[in-house]
Nanobody
């Protein structure tokens, strides 16, 4: 089993910054990819950014130049640095991991952390 816990959400004014963290735990041997997704009220969950074990990064067009994804493989932890935040960034942000564990391939989702961008 893989446990995923996000933290760092909160209320921030437009133009502000937040740093989200994602900690994965369990019988993890390797993390193939770690991604951040967001879901705004009434909308589907969508990819914000992801990073592979090899360091390949993908960003949604809406966050390019404003958000930065990174990971600390030694700690099974990932981060999403969010800058120049806009009201339309308001959403619950979820971390997703694709892992190899002692018992095989497993994916995990966190419970989400709410980001509210408002003045």
């Amino acid at each position: 089993q893989v446990q995923v816990v996000e933290s760092g959400g909160g209320l921030v004014q437009p133009g502000g910054s937040l740093r989200l963290s994602c900690a994965a735990s369990g019988s993890i041997v390797d993390i193939y990819a770690m991604g951040w997704y967001c879901q705004a009220p009434g909308k589907q969950r969508e990819l914000v950014a992801d990073i592979t074990r090899g360091g390949s990064i993908t960003y949604a067009d809406s966050v390019k130049g404003r958000f930065t994804i990174s990971r600390d493989s030694a700690k099974n932890t990932g981060y999403l640095q969010m800058t120049s935040l806009k009201p339309e960034d308001t959403a619950v942000y979820y971390c997703h991991v694709a892992t190899m564990t002692e018992t095989g391939y497993l994916e995990g989702w966190g419970q989400g952390t709410l980001v509210t961008v408002s003045s």
